[in-house]
């Protein structure tokens, strides 16, 4: 490690660096704007300036960018040199002449790294008293709120939007005071990561809408860590809440999932949780449809007393934490236990278990996918899937730009002149997919593909790896896939990303041969396989193929042999066909559904029990690579709901379930979910537990405040009520306790002297994209571990003559979630439901966009409305997956299609009704 | 499939497809198919900017940063002559500051205005390269030098008469 000088005092730092990184990581104060730790450096905004000396001798020295000078065995330096201090504050000062002077009224006040800069470079006074340059804010769309006149012209946000992300419909516009960051027009943001923009701006130009609409200062806010229940990356994120609705999410770093940067889905589409739609209370639903609210104690017991004298099934779900669906088996026996995962789905998984299991290649994280030199990318819509993978995906084809870079001597911080050097040269990704995805820019080969030819192309480039040319490869595959091969032969660390998303498992088994042959040339092979909600594969782990299917509870349903029916956090109708689900809620004498929002399977039942969200109580959930992860409640919700995991419990113990005597906690459920397998051993290390203190201090969720007060609740009284004791966890309903280094599972919000905006991680962390000083716990599950669900499924019957067509399954980050698409924002976001048809299978049809298809399939027909695919291979049909229509079609089916004839187009119904206001 | 009034027309696009033929791929034209559109239509349109990007397979966003760049790429409506005045040292040595506000006073524009008539637009330019017979400025695409007030006068006055240069 090179030693350098900095004001008289030798430090080492990491080779490679530059100065203004070397200094961050040394905990030395050195303002900045343009650099970023995961973009690197552009030296533009000129804030980061020190003085460098040639020499011992040199009195004088030269200034220059700490962010662009990399650092040298013996270099010298000074931030404090008053040459130094006095152009940083010029900067700012010059920054300041049209920035506004009203932080008071600015969302970004309070965690804005313009007013820490300003405050650190220590430019108080303005000395500017003429006109400012202002601005017109655009309209962005619902999520991003946009207010051009904070702008202090970094070009951070470009950089991230169209460098980082590759989108392309946010760009710097006009020149010198002019400049402008926006649209072309007016018109919402298309990247789905735009709203990594609210924290990359380092002011307040733009910012969280939903936030922005109802305000809270940073400083005012409660939060805990928690993990996106999104989809199945598992991305940390820092929720944040006051007055009882979640404000809005934040990033929570963490170097092998997200680091910087979340999805939108994520960031926004979290706020269901402040729902109308939360169930309000224990209740009876009459057979008339009306809810009447009941005594929740007595309806406990009549459950428990229920429980002894019939045939009980337990539903789980695979949005909700390992903890709730084990306190269920535990409640209701393994062999009653379903994970609530479609038939068809539950084959994939297994599939995708055994391919890991099979193949002996790695598993990566999002982090280690980045450093990947060659993809392929078999069937999976990662972009609506696993959205923050694509972002990790868009990194990894810039290995070969690295490479270059090194070749040059140049560090990969020097941002500008890689980009420019390598224009566009990258690492090799080839993709096959029925469909256009938004992968595809970065593509070198695209292949569109019916599910089962992605199979045959898998096949083929596993046989050309295994160089058995003449079987299995044709001719015609060896030069269309002859590159693949070679591709991923040639790579350092090739990459094959497939999942549950195309479902067709013949696709997951050919990524399985594919890895298995790079695997037997001695490859260091990476295999990732994509599950669609957060905890599939937790769930799937805990069943361990035991419990009986979705279909074997229908045909329970209709042997009427089930008495007591407990669905937990589960739309039964999003995910079998309707009049299953119909037959089988009759069938049951009693059903209990216990969830967060109402929905159709509520109306249905006969008790509902309101669930806490995911961030009001704690779980664990199991991501894609199998990493398993702790979220911690933000705070205690205003409606009765408790956790899932909880009200079993309480079930369990008045009906005197032997296991469940002895919960008292959160944490011995978590223990004793730990024990029950050898799969799932460890889950109980993911963080510390409840007891957990520093200095016998909890961890608190707001940050410090001078007067202790809230004053939350300051127009009824002026005493600040106690605060709630929390005894589940290790942290505190309140802004005392330790707040120093503490383990990355445990870092509710980041702060640091000095830094109030999110920037302040830096303090916790050892080295930019560094490990956190507090260390974090890893626990995946390895992969020798994994149990194979030992179902046998029935194959659909596929109808591939020439009038069926496949039906394959579409998942949109906006809309396929069933709980993300109903916070608002995601709303107005969210696609229809509808069918996605090429543009020959639409003329054959004689229908439009707009107009409706009856599709016919094994669960009768459906009704769904057209929407022309251009990019669509034309035997296959699109079905967008999430809605309740769309559970009345097995993916993978042979559908016969005819045109609706009584379909009423939507504009046609009131066009009036379409005229929502938009929000600007 | 884009048949508004305001679609390149075919002389637009024959012209653009001349510079694509010598450009290693379609949007290294940007600023050449700007310039096509600004000189049949006097300035670049949002819709316009809209066509040509289409055509040159980049969003409107990349497009319109180029655009609103230059300060000659007109992204409003401008008169049917641009006076090109310029402002830099030798012509402000040579007095060109007194110049500049006989055009005010002549025409009743300032910098980047345009006169009811729609008939000239006064920009302001940091040199034309002719220093040695400043003060200079253009009027559409002639250089005129050694000005005077006098012989401001007569440029405008043929210029209102001439009507647009091409
Ligand atoms: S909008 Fe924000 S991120 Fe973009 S240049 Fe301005 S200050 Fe920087
Ligand atoms: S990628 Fe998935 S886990 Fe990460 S923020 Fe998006 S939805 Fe959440
Ligand atoms: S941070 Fe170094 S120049 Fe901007």
Not at chain 1, 896 to 907: A, F, G, H, Y
Not at chain 2, 134 to 162: C, F, Q
Request: proline share 4%; net charge negative; glycine share 8%.
């Amino acid at each position: 490690m090179p030693t350098i000088v900095i004001d008289g005092k030798e430090y080492e730092v990491p080779q490679g660096e530059n100065i203004l990184e070397a200094c961050l990581g040394l905990g030395l104060d050195l303002p900045y704007f343009c650099w970023h730790p995961a973009m690197g450096s552009i030296g533009s905004c000129r804030q980061c300036a020190v003085i460098q000396y040639q020499n011992p001798e040199d009195e004088r020295g030269k200034l220059v960018m700490g962010c662009m000078t990399p650092v040298q065995d013996g270099a010298r330096f000074s931030i404090t040199n008053e040459a130094a201090s006095s152009f940083r504050e010029f900067i700012i000062e010059s920054l300041m002449v049209n920035h506004p002077h009203d932080c008071p009224v600015c969302a970004e006040g309070g965690e804005c790294h313009l007013q820490d800069m300003t405050v650190m470079a220590g430019h108080r006074d303005r000395r500017y008293r003429g006109l400012k340059k202002t601005h017109r804010n655009q309209y962005l769309g619902p999520l991003i709120h946009h207010e051009m006149n904070r702008c202090i012209t970094c070009y951070r946000c470009v950089r991230f939007y169209k460098d980082y992300a590759g989108g392309s419909d946010l760009s710097a516009m006009a020149s010198h005071d002019h400049v402008y960051f926006g649209r072309h027009e007016d018109g919402k943001l298309e990247s789905p990561f735009s709203g990594n923009l609210v924290e990359v701006c380092p002011t307040g130009v733009f910012t969280d809408k939903h936030l922005v609409n109802d305000y809270t200062r940073k400083w005012d806010l409660q939060s805990a860590p928690s993990i996106c229940p999104g989809c199945s990356v598992g991305c940390n994120t820092s929720p944040g809440e006051r007055y009882g609705k979640l404000k809005r999410v934040h990033n929570r770093y963490n170097p092998d999932i997200n680091g910087y940067f979340l999805c939108d889905k994520g960031r926004f589409g979290a706020t269901y949780v402040n729902s109308e739609k939360r169930i309000p209370a224990v209740g009876r639903r009459s057979k008339d449809g009306l809810f009447d609210a009941i005594d929740s104690s007595q309806a406990l017991t009549d459950i428990a007393k229920g429980l002894s004298t019939s045939k009980v099934i337990g539903i789980g779900s695979p949005r909700t934490s390992i903890e709730t669906n084990f306190a269920l088996q535990n409640l209701v026996g393994q062999q009653n236990f379903c994970t609530g995962i479609s038939e068809t789905e539950t084959a994939l998984v297994s599939a995708c278990i055994e391919a890991i299991k099979e193949s002996g290649a790695k598993i990566p994280s999002p982090r280690e996918i980045e450093r990947c030199d060659a993809i392929l990318i078999l069937g999976e819509d990662v972009t609506n899937t696993a959205t923050r993978i694509a972002l990790s995906l868009r990194q990894a084809v810039r290995n070969e730009a690295f490479n270059m870079a090194e070749g040059l001597q140049l560090q990969s911080w020097q941002d500008a002149a890689t980009r420019m050097l390598v224009q566009d040269e990258r690492s090799p990704l080839f993709l096959a997919s029925p469909h256009a995805t938004q992968l595809d820019d970065i593509a070198e080969g695209i292949f569109n593909l019916s599910p089962s030819n992605i199979a045959h192309l898998g096949y083929s480039v596993a046989s050309l790896i295994e160089g058995k040319k003449d079987d299995a490869a044709k001719k015609t595959d060896a030069n269309d896939y002859g590159n693949i091969a070679e591709a991923l032969l040639k790579a350092e660390r090739p990459l094959i990303i497939s999942g549950t998303g195309v479902t067709d498992t013949s696709v997951i088994k050919a990524a399985s041969s594919i890895t298995s042959a790079l695997v037997a040339k001695g490859k260091e092979t990476y295999l990732s396989l994509i599950y669609q909600e957060a905890n599939t594969l937790g769930i799937t782990l805990l069943d361990q193929g035991q419990g009986p299917s979705l279909s074997n509870i229908f045909e329970q349903g209709e042997n009427n042999s089930i008495q007591t029916l407990i669905i937990v956090e589960n739309d039964l109708y999003r995910r079998a066909a309707k009049h299953k689900v119909d037959k089988l809620l009759q069938a049951a004498d009693q059903v209990i559904v216990l969830d967060i929002l109402d929905n159709e399977t509520c109306n249905q039942a006969d008790i509902v029990i309101p669930a806490s969200s995911f961030a009001e109580c704690e779980g664990t959930l199991i991501n894609f690579e199998g990493r398993a992860q702790r979220h911690f409640p933000v705070f205690e919700s205003k409606h009765p709901c408790r956790p899932s995991w909880e009200w079993l419990t309480e079930i369990g113990k008045i009906s005197s379930n032997k296991n469940m005597l002895e919960w008292q906690c959160f944490d011995d459920i978590n223990k004793a979910c730990s024990e029950s397998s050898s799969t799932l051993t460890g889950i109980n290390e993911v963080a510390p537990d409840r007891k957990y203190r520093v200095g016998g201090r909890k961890i608190p969720r707001q940050p410090h405040r001078y007067s202790g007060r809230t004053a939350m609740v300051a127009n009824l009284s002026v005493h600040e009520p106690k605060q709630t004791d929390d005894t589940e966890t290790p942290l505190g309903f309140t802004m005392e306790g330790h707040s120093g280094d503490r383990p990355g599972e445990l870092i509710p919000f980041v702060w640091a002297p000095g830094w109030n905006s999110n920037h302040s991680v830096h303090k916790l962390q050892t080295g930019s994209e560094g490990e956190l000083k507090g260390g974090r716990s890893v626990v995946k599950i390895e992969s020798k571990k994994l149990i194979q669900s030992k179902q046998q499924v029935k194959s659909v019957n596929q109808n591939n003559d020439q009038d069926h067509f496949i039906a394959v399954a579409m998942y949109k980050i906006f809309g396929t979630g069933e709980l993300s698409s109903q916070s608002p924002g995601i709303i107005e976001l969210c696609e229809s439901e509808s069918i996605e048809l090429a543009i020959e299978a639409a003329d054959k049809l004689g229908v439009s966009n707009g107009d409706g298809v009856t599709a016919h399939g094994v669960n009768g027909t459906v009704d769904l409305e057209v929407k022309i695919n251009d990019s669509l291979i034309s035997n296959c049909v699109g079905i967008i997956q999430g809605m309740p229509g769309a559970a009345n079609i097995n993916p993978g089916e042979g559908l016969s299609l005819t045109r609706s004839e009584n379909w009423v187009r939507r504009s046609e119904i009131i066009s009036s009704d379409q005229l929502g206001g938009k929000n600007v | 499939m884009n048949n508004s009034v305001n679609s390149l027309s075919t002389e637009e696009l024959s012209a653009i497809d001349e510079e694509l033929e010598h450009a290693p791929y379609r949007s290294a034209v940007a600023i050449d198919a700007l310039k096509i559109v600004q000189s049949h239509r006097g300035w670049v349109s949002d819709s316009s900017i809209k066509e040509i990007a289409n055509y040159l397979e980049m969003s409107s966003e990349e497009l319109d940063s180029i655009a609103t760049f230059y300060n000659l790429i007109f992204r409003r409506p401008v008169g049917e002559n641009v006076i090109l005045f310029c402002d830099s040292v030798s012509c402000w040595i040579r007095g060109c500051a007194k110049l500049e506000k006989h055009i005010n006073k002549t025409l009743g524009i300032t910098r980047g205005q345009t006169t009811e008539d729609d008939k000239f637009t006064l920009v302001p330019v940091p040199c034309l390269g002719a220093c040695d017979k400043a003060p200079v400025m253009m009027v559409g695409d002639s250089l005129h030098e050694n000005l005077t007030e006098e012989s401001i006068n007569r440029i405008l006055e043929d210029a209102a008469v001439k009507g647009k240069e091409r």
